[in-house]
């Protein structure tokens, strides 16, 4: 079974601060993908990583893989109100590509 | 565009009743998968489907029992409900392995 884990669970942070989620998976696959909730919503997705040392950068958000490190991070600039949510990084099996496996989110609250 | 739509949005249960959630998309995915949501929690995966006539177990499928007999509707079945599945249910579909899910709204069930 993969494992996905992310951390922190709980972030808070000023309005203009930097900072950076992290999600590890426990086995082999070269596809991650970050997704955001808002309270009571669905999910949205943010990036599609598909292959080792890939970034993608959306406005304040910047999402990296690392395949031999098993690890992925979320990098957020200059932090803004409108990015408090959850964030979801997930990975799918290597050889099916059908298991899919969800961290347990990191709540994100930026404060002004 | 709908994209994937989800039915019912709000269901109360009582134990021992079963039910269907209803799943289709308009995108023409063959890849579809039901999710459920716990509070404060990532998605556990119960059942996904590769194409019409394919499915199969995810990491959480007891109690649950689904089928897909046409491209665009993917229906989860609860027989016999209990209260541990009290969740928030997300069905979600997409067109490949390098692409991210689309996700429905979602079903908000409880049973009582």
């Known amino acids: 079974e993969l494992k996905v884990e992310q951390n922190p669970l709980f972030l808070s942070m000023q309005e203009g601060k930097n900072y950076t989620i992290y999600c590890n998976y426990s086995?082999?696959?070269?596809?991650l993908y970050w997704y955001r909730q808002d309270p009571g919503k669905s999910l949205e997705s943010l990036f599609v990583l598909l292959s080792n040392g890939a970034v993608k950068q959306e406005g304040r958000l910047m999402a990296s893989l690392d395949t031999k490190a098993r690890l992925s991070t979320l990098h957020i600039t200059a932090a803004v109100h409108d990015l408090s949510a959850t964030y979801f990084c997930?990975?799918?099996?290597?050889?099916?590509?059908?298991?899919?496996?969800f961290g347990t989110g990191t709540s994100l609250t930026v404060i002004p | 565009n709908a994209g994937v739509t989800q039915t019912p949005k709000f269901r109360i249960l009582k134990i021992g009743q079963s039910m269907t959630l209803q799943c289709a998309q308009d995108?023409?995915?063959?890849?579809m998968y039901w999710y459920r949501q716990d509070p404060g929690m990532g998605l556990k995966l119960i059942y996904y489907s590769v194409g019409a006539g394919i499915t199969d177990k995810g990491e959480v499928p007891n109690g649950y029992n689904v089928s897909r007999s046409t491209t665009e509707d993917f229906p989860l079945r609860l027989e016999l409900a209990a209260p541990s599945q009290t969740s928030v249910y997300f069905c979600?579909?997409?067109?490949?392995?390098?692409?991210?899910?689309?996700f429905g709204d979602g079903t908000r069930l409880s049973i009582l």
């Open positions: 086995t082999t696959s070269d596809r």
């Open positions: 979600a579909s997409r067109d490949n392995h390098y692409q991210p899910q689309h």
């Open positions: 997930a990975v799918d099996m290597a050889d099916t590509g059908n298991q899919f496996y």
């Open positions: 995108m023409n995915h063959n890849y």
